[in-house]
């Protein structure tokens, strides 16, 4: 893919004044932000532009309106500067809303910003202008984005990946400057190549792995897989095994997993749309050996781990109406092992089981299937990427990252809805206006080139 690269164009950015997007969503509890992977890898670049004595200006947001997480960006700064080595400003009062720009402090901000400085601007959906439904060129006109193009800002990078399937302001309204993939964003783009790339090769065996409890977003990309065969299995874990035994009305289930599924809302359509148990049932239709259905699941009985096959589940009524699975089998794992080992690539998304459950003397009990499958996936032929904020909480909670894990995987992405559409075949806008950047300037800047 022809895009500028952030390493390629960092030599050229020393005293250029340069918007820098990243996301850094992070855990909100209590009324405090934690750490994060996001959050570490928005420092890194801040630092690497900063380290180029390039002047930075730093766009990124929390939430939406009306979720606990919607707050300012005073808490981010600081954790920001604790992981990285800049001085980072944070003015605070960043914006006026009334007029959906600048205010005059931030203003005075910029213009005074000096090579190797960076400023962290307020959250950026405080402005009612980000989320609006516009064009990237309709975007380019607006007042904040004009003001931009006054202060003379010379370059755009986005490095908010995980954003860049939202047409927002601060993801498609730069055009008038070249756009640039940021480290992290870089990494992304090239590990959906890759995959797509397989996509196309039918002596590639593939296998998606899915797991978690949130179902909505995996189905464009199981309807690909079912249509054009991108994915040779998909093994579920999680709901979507639960998913997967209602659409095939095994009694396996139970009450208890059903009840589930209910209380998420995956059995009744939803504003027009057929219910999640409607399009598995088609998928299954459309692509009847896709799934490998489970054959064991385990249990949570008189407080310890209790494994039980589906041919005993259905015999246990009484049981399964007061129990819900917790992770899947150690027969259903090695299975799952088994298929990971004889791919070529695997794209794990979700935990497959509760690996939040912990036992005071036994730890992460129902991480196991999860555990195993990531092993499979350190095979050396297996080109192994992780998706999803909630894997890349998962692989740190059971300290299966790092390079004293002894863990190795091709990729971890920091993104979950858009990555998920980039391997449906989607076009996210982020990525378009990188594309379209580099066709409008390739061969006018010191840093083009093809890639």
């Known amino acids: 893919m022809d895009i500028f690269k952030f390493q390629d164009a960092l030599p050229h950015l020393e005293g250029k004044l340069v918007a820098l997007r990243v996301d850094v969503n992070s855990p909100f509890t209590s009324g405090k932000f934690t750490a994060s992977a996001r959050l570490r890898a928005?420092?890194?670049?801040?630092?690497?532009?900063?380290?180029?004595?390039?002047?930075?200006?730093?766009?990124?947001?929390?939430?939406?309106?009306?979720?606990?997480?919607?707050?300012?960006?005073g808490q981010i700064a600081g954790l920001l500067r604790d992981m990285g080595n800049t001085d980072l400003i944070y003015p605070g009062n960043s914006f006026s809303r009334e007029k959906d720009r600048l205010s005059d402090e931030a203003v005075?901000?910029?213009?005074?910003?000096?090579?190797?400085?960076?400023?962290?601007?307020?959250?950026?959906?405080?402005?009612?202008?980000?989320?609006?439904?516009?064009?990237?060129?309709d975007h380019a006109n607006t007042p904040f984005v004009r003001q931009f193009m006054e202060l003379g800002l010379n370059a755009y990078v986005n490095d908010a990946y995980s954003a860049s399937h939202r047409g927002h302001r601060s993801i498609t309204g730069f055009a008038e400057v070249p756009n640039i993939a940021g480290p992290v964003a870089t990494r992304e783009i090239e590990a959906v190549s890759r995959l797509e790339t397989s996509f196309?090769?039918?002596?590639?065996?593939?296998?998606?792995?899915?797991?978690?409890?949130?179902?909505d977003d995996y189905f464009p990309l199981i309807y690909r897989a079912a249509r054009e065969g991108i994915a040779d299995n998909i093994l579920p874990g999680g709901m979507l095994a639960n998913l997967l035994l209602a659409a095939k009305e095994d009694?396996?289930?139970?009450?208890?997993?059903?009840?589930?599924?209910?209380?998420?809302?995956?059995?009744?359509?939803?504003?027009?749309?057929?219910?999640?148990?409607?399009?598995?049932?088609?998928?299954?239709?459309?692509?009847?050996?896709?799934?490998?259905?489970?054959?064991?699941?385990?249990?949570l009985v008189d407080g310890q781990r209790r494994e039980y096959t589906l041919a005993q589940l259905r015999r246990f009524g009484q049981f399964t109406r007061g129990n819900a699975q917790l992770d899947i089998g150690t027969k259903t794992a090695q299975?799952?092992?088994?298929?990971?080992?004889?791919?070529?690539?695997?794209?794990?998304?979700?935990?497959?089981g509760n690996v939040d459950h912990l036992d005071p003397k036994k730890g992460h009990i129902f991480s196991a299937g999860s555990r195993t499958a990531l092993e499979a996936m350190q095979d050396p032929k297996v080109y192994a990427v992780v998706g999803g904020g909630d894997s890349t909480a998962m692989l740190?909670?059971?300290?299966?990252?790092?390079?004293?894990?002894?863990y190795h995987l091709d990729h971890v992405s920091l993104a979950g809805g858009a990555l998920l559409l980039a391997?449906?075949?989607?076009?996210?806008?982020?990525?378009?206006?990188?594309?379209?950047?580099?066709?409008?300037?390739?061969g006018k800047l010191p840093f083009s080139r093809t890639t």
């Open 42 to 73: 928005a420092a890194d670049t801040i630092d690497q532009l900063c380290e180029a004595d390039a002047r930075v200006i730093v766009m990124s947001h929390n939430a939406r309106d009306g979720e606990a997480a919607f707050v300012g960006n």
């Open 108 to 137: 005075g901000w910029v213009t005074a910003v000096e090579p190797g400085q960076a400023i962290l601007l307020q959250n950026i959906r405080y402005l009612g202008g980000e989320t609006a439904k516009l064009s990237p060129s």
């Open 200 to 215: 196309g090769d039918r002596s590639v065996r593939r296998v998606f792995v899915l797991g978690g409890m949130k179902l």
């Open 251 to 299: 009694r396996g289930l139970g009450e208890a997993g059903l009840a589930m599924l209910g209380k998420r809302g995956f059995l009744e359509s939803q504003e027009g749309e057929r219910s999640l148990l409607e399009q598995m049932k088609e998928v299954l239709t459309i692509a009847p050996e896709l799934f490998v259905t489970p054959v064991d699941f385990a249990y």
């Open 335 to 352: 299975q799952y092992a088994e298929i990971i080992r004889g791919s070529n690539a695997a794209f794990l998304k979700g935990p497959l």
């Open 396 to 406: 740190g909670r059971l300290k299966l990252k790092g390079a004293r894990s002894g």
């Open 423 to 442: 391997l449906a075949g989607e076009k996210l806008a982020g990525v378009e206006a990188l594309k379209a950047s580099y066709q409008k300037y390739e």
